[in-house]
C-alpha cells in the first residue's frame, strides 16, 4: 500500500507490533524487551550510560491494565515516549532524560 509518507509509518509500526505479537495481538515481556534491544539500541545505550535501567521496568509500567501483556494501545504509549524523549533530544536535551521513563 502506497500513501502519505506518514501513513506509511503508522503502517510500520503496525507490522512491528504484529512482527512481536502473539496470535492474541499482544506482546508478553520477553518479546518486547526483544523487540526494545533490536529497534532502539542508541535509546538504550543513552539510558545505560545514565545509569537508567529502562528494560526494568518498562514492561510493568505499560502494562495499564496489569494483564502481563501488551497490547497495541499500550505499546503506542510506549512508543510516545521513547518519540517524546527524540524530540527532546532534538532540542538540545540528552537521550533517556527522564521525561516520561
Known sequence: MSGSELEQAITALIKLFHTYSGRDD???KEPLLQLLKENFPNFLSACEKRGRDYLSNIFDKKD??????????EFLSLLADIATDYHNHSHGEELCSGGNQ
Open 64 to 73: 495499564k491494565n496489569k494483564d502481563h501483556q501488551i497490547d497495541f494501545s
Open 26 to 28: 499482544t506482546i508478553k
